[in-house]
């Protein structure tokens, strides 16, 4: 079965710093990945998602992702990080009928 | 375009007494519909999903029950409520499993006393 890590359970940047995410996966073949955004008491927003094709893709309020095959990664990146990014950050993985999630990475910003 | 709607937002219930969460799904026919509960501080933890009306799957055995009565609305029930089904609840829809992508709804903050 595949299963997602996040190694970072939380990270402070400084607001106009870059910022990455890290999200390792498992499984056999290419999954569909996705990174998912969630702001204290509230639902989850998807962010972006990678199906196959180009291996950075672009998502909503200026994150990107990138897939990189060898070493089964998902990070997910932000050149300037803006206070309003405070938020939880989930990576899931979405294969074999299967989706799942890991366990999130709380992102705080220092102004 | 698809909206999802999950009610009441919070609650507040003693042990013991019964719960219904209900989550409906607009602009959309024949979503995948599912339940999560998320811990404080915790992941998502997948409760039941559902393909089709009357169609349900559970993931985790416990004291919680879904069902599917209509095409977009799903409910989860319990009748006996314990302390440790505090949480929060999250209702997501998918356009179906060869895309995985899940919607979520606001959730409903459930507080056992």
């Known amino acids: 079965a595949q299963s997602v890590t996040q190694p970072d359970i939380h990270i402070t940047v400084s607001e106009g710093a870059s910022l990455e995410l890290r999200c390792n996966y498992s499984?056999?073949?290419?999954?569909?990945l996705f990174w998912y955004v969630q702001s204290p008491g509230q639902g989850l927003q998807l962010l972006l998602k990678?199906?196959?094709?180009?291996?950075l893709v672009q998502g909503i309020k200026g994150f990107e992702a990138e897939f990189k095959r060898s070493q089964s990664s998902f990070n997910l990146r932000k050149p300037s990080v803006h206070w309003s990014d405070a938020a939880e950050y989930f990576c899931a993985v979405g294969a074999a009928g299967d989706m799942r999630f890991g366990a999130g990475t709380r992102l705080t910003v220092k102004p | 375009s698809q909206t999802i709607h999950q009610w009441p937002a919070t609650l507040v219930q003693p042990v013991g007494s019964p719960l219904s969460l209900e989550c409906t799904v607009e602009?959309?026919?024949?979503?995948?519909l599912y339940w999560y509960r998320q811990a404080a501080g915790r992941g998502l933890q997948l409760l039941f999903y559902s393909v089709g009306i009357g169609q349900i799957s559970s993931e985790v055995p416990q004291n919680l029950s879904a069902s599917r009565p209509q095409d977009r609305q799903f409910i989860l029930s319990s009748k006996k409520l314990l302390l440790s089904d505090s949480g929060f609840y999250l209702c997501?829809?998918?356009?179906?499993?060869?895309?995985?992508?899940?919607?979520f709804g606001p959730g409903t903050r459930l507080t056992v006393t």
């Open positions: 602009g959309t026919s024949n979503p995948n």
């Open positions: 997501a829809w998918s356009p179906g499993q060869k895309t995985y992508e899940q919607y």
């Open positions: 499984y056999g073949a290419t999954p569909y």
């Open positions: 990678y199906f196959s094709g180009d291996t």
